[in-house]
């Protein structure tokens, strides 16, 4: 294994040139994106600075309820921007993101950390930063598609499920097919990620162990655990948000409250 | 059921969601349905009629009141139970993808009619009745027409053998001849089981309403004017 180079700013900022070949295009074909490409550029380079200045405390000072509190602000900026994309809101939304997010994410880390990985002490930031950040990426789009596919479901099919509880079906029966939809268009990405990874693209997380040094089949290994890790939470996150959303929309007298619904 | 009031709605009330606090859709509002009554909502647009005829089908949660069924009040999951003896009519009724008899077929997946099965010759009876055949039920709901949905909904709800039908204009689609099948049928429905069955009828058809209820029920702004017995 050939020892890991460590890069120098100078180095970075070489790469950074290249977004150069972007403007260039913007320019060329008038696409007027210079002002957005500059601003992108410049979020990229001040945020991992600023989240690279942060983790490198959080690791220096080693303490649990550091490590807690990064992990608790995490999950918190993934359960609201879950709901910043859908196309349907209703009040209540965001802390049912904000819980399912935070349930699903944190029971799968806790099985990763206390029982696969078995990291001694469990609040090693090496481990559950990266684990919990990896498992919080995926569940927020799960989350999100779900929410977004619900509240489209529901409310193309309004006069259906208002039909169907007028001829005497339950909350469930009427609400069956829209959370089915919701939750299937939640898993997806996740199902597709698994079907082509290592095929079509080397995860992130193993290209960067590769990089450090890693064997390969270690590597891989770990991208194994993590890719079952991001499923299982993206499922969890999903059936969870999913089913308190109907729980919301659909009252204790199988009615549904349509009117809670705003586009 | 001979004896007392099938569906007692007392002092029922429903505010805008919208709107909050203030925005009454309906206030106050009594309806008493007996087995045997042909009972009319009648009144101006946006009086509330069809707010009213929702809320006695338990389908939009009320702010004020109560609904009995039989003497109990409709509650929780007792309201899927209620919904099948009760059944609410949209003017335009949403069908499921796929045909007619797919449509026919459906309710009766649900868990409220579990027991009982689709009877394809009872169907054809009620279909042939408002004048369409057979070769009707293959059709494909998504090529029906307004008046044809209606239909639809119409003997889907009726092959369910519910005790009262709340229908919200159910002929407003329809034209002349459909309109005297669907009032010829509803009154056999009715004739055939008086004790056991009631019909509560939304019409802004004066004469529709004359025709088919003997007792109606006046709103006007979201409240009732004094009850007109004929």
Same mark, same amino acid.
């Given at each position: 294994?050939?020892?890991?180079?460590?890069?120098?700013?100078?180095?970075?900022?070489?790469?950074?040139?290249?977004?150069?070949?972007?403007?260039?295009?913007? =320019?060329?074909?008038?696409?007027?994106?210079?002002?957005?490409?500059?601003?992108?550029?410049?979020?990229?380079?001040?945020?991992?600075?600023?989240?690279?200045? =942060?983790?490198? /405390?959080?690791?220096?000072?080693?303490? /649990?309820?550091?490590?807690?509190?990064?992990?608790?602000?995490?999950?918190? =900026?993934?359960?609201?921007? &879950?709901?910043?994309?859908?196309?349907?809101?209703?009040?209540?939304?965001?802390?049912?993101?904000?819980?399912?997010? /935070?349930?699903?994410?944190?029971?799968?880390?806790?099985? &990763?950390?206390?029982?696969?990985?078995?990291?001694?002490?469990?609040?090693?930031?090496?481990?559950?930063?990266?684990?919990?950040?990896?498992?919080?990426?995926?569940?927020?789009?799960?989350?999100?598609?779900?929410?977004?596919?619900?509240?489209?479901?529901?409310?193309?099919?309004?006069?259906?499920?208002?039909?169907?509880?007028?001829?005497? &079906?339950?909350? /469930?029966?009427?609400?069956?097919?829209?959370?089915?939809?919701?939750?299937?268009?939640?898993?997806?990405?996740?199902?597709?990620?698994?079907?082509?990874?290592?095929?079509?693209?080397?995860?992130?997380?193993?290209?960067?162990?590769?990089?450090?040094?890693?064997?390969?089949?270690?590597?891989?290994?770990?991208?194994?655990?993590?890719?079952?890790?991001?499923?299982?939470?993206?499922?969890?996150?999903?059936?969870?948000?999913?089913?308190?959303?109907?729980?919301?929309?659909?009252?204790?007298?199988?009615?549904?409250?349509?009117?809670?619904?705003?586009? | 059921?001979?004896?007392?009031?099938?569906?007692?709605?007392?002092?029922?009330?429903?505010?805008?969601?919208?709107?909050?606090?203030?925005?009454?859709?309906?206030?106050?509002?009594?309806?008493? +349905?007996?087995?045997?009554?042909?009972?009319?909502?009648? #009144?101006?647009?946006?009086?509330?009629? *069809?707010?009213?005829?929702?809320?006695?089908?338990?389908?939009?949660?009320?702010?004020?009141?109560?609904?009995?069924?039989?003497?109990?009040?409709?509650?929780?999951?007792? +309201?899927?139970?209620?919904?099948? @003896?009760?059944?609410?009519?949209? @003017?335009?009724?949403?069908?499921?993808?796929?045909? +007619?008899?797919?449509?026919? @077929?459906?309710?009766?997946?649900?868990?409220?009619?579990? #027991?009982?099965?689709?009877?394809?010759?009872?169907?054809?009876?009620?279909?042939?009745?408002?004048?369409?055949?057979?070769?009707?039920?293959?059709?494909?709901?998504?090529?029906?027409? #307004?008046?044809? *949905?209606?239909?639809?909904?119409?003997?889907?709800?009726? @092959?369910?053998?519910?005790?009262?039908?709340?229908?919200?204009?159910?002929?407003?689609?329809?034209?002349? +001849?459909?309109?005297?099948?669907?009032?010829?049928?509803?009154?056999?429905?009715?004739?055939?089981?008086?004790?056991?069955?009631?019909?509560?009828?939304?019409?802004?058809?004066?004469?529709?309403?004359?025709?088919?209820?003997?007792?109606?029920?006046?709103?006007?702004?979201? #409240?009732?004017?004094?009850?007109?017995?004929?």
């Amino acid at each position: 294994m050939k020892p890991y180079i460590e890069l120098s700013y100078a180095q970075v900022a070489m790469a950074a040139g290249l977004v150069l070949i972007n403007g260039a295009i913007s =320019v060329m074909l008038r696409l007027d994106l210079e002002r957005r490409l500059l601003i992108a550029a410049t979020c990229t380079v001040v945020q991992l600075l600023l989240i690279g200045l =942060v983790l490198e /405390w959080v690791f220096r000072v080693d303490r /649990w309820y550091v490590v807690l509190g990064m992990m608790t602000v995490m999950t918190v =900026v993934a359960g609201i921007a &879950a709901t910043q994309r859908t196309r349907f809101r209703y009040p209540g939304m965001r802390s049912r993101s904000l819980l399912a997010t /935070w349930g699903s994410s944190w029971v799968v880390a806790a099985i &990763a950390l206390g029982a696969i990985v078995r990291v001694r002490p469990w609040y090693t930031p090496q481990y559950a930063i990266p684990l919990l950040g990896m498992i919080l990426g995926n569940t927020l789009n799960g989350v999100s598609l779900g929410l977004d596919r619900l509240g489209g479901e529901l409310a193309a099919r309004r006069d259906r499920v208002e039909a169907l509880l007028a001829l005497g &079906a339950s909350r /469930w029966e009427a609400a069956r097919e829209p959370v089915r939809e919701a939750v299937k268009t939640g898993l997806i990405p996740t199902i597709n990620a698994m079907m082509v990874v290592g095929i079509v693209s080397l995860p992130g997380m193993m290209t960067g162990q590769l990089l450090a040094g890693t064997s390969p089949v270690e590597a891989v290994k770990y991208q194994v655990v993590i890719m079952f890790l991001v499923a299982s939470g993206t499922a969890l996150g999903t059936v969870s948000v999913v089913l308190l959303s109907y729980r919301r929309l659909f009252n204790d007298d199988h009615q549904f409250l349509d009117s809670l619904l705003d586009r | 059921m001979a004896n007392g009031p099938a569906i007692e709605a007392v002092g029922i009330g429903r505010r805008d969601p919208r709107r909050g606090a203030d925005g009454w859709l309906i206030r106050g509002v009594d309806l008493v +349905v007996h087995p045997g009554d042909r009972l009319g909502v009648l #009144g101006p647009s946006g009086a509330g009629k *069809s707010v009213l005829l929702r809320a006695v089908a338990r389908l939009d949660p009320i702010d004020e009141g109560s609904i009995h069924w039989q003497g109990r009040e409709v509650l929780g999951d007792g +309201v899927p139970a209620y919904r099948r @003896q009760v059944i609410y009519l949209h @003017q335009r009724p949403a069908l499921m993808e796929g045909t +007619v008899e797919e449509n026919l @077929q459906y309710p009766f997946t649900l868990r409220a009619h579990r #027991g009982r099965t689709f009877d394809l010759a009872r169907v054809e009876a009620i279909l042939h009745r408002l004048g369409r055949e057979a070769g009707f039920l293959a059709k494909n709901a998504r090529d029906l027409s #307004g008046g044809e *949905s209606q239909l639809v909904g119409l003997v889907r709800a009726l @092959q369910l053998d519910p005790r009262v039908l709340l229908l919200d204009e159910p002929t407003a689609s329809l034209d002349p +001849v459909a309109t005297e099948a669907v009032e010829g049928l509803l009154g056999d429905w009715l004739a055939d089981r008086p004790d056991e069955r009631a019909l509560v009828w939304v019409s802004h058809d004066a004469d529709q309403a004359r025709r088919m209820t003997d007792r109606r029920v006046f709103l006007r702004a979201g #409240g009732v004017a004094p009850e007109e017995n004929v």
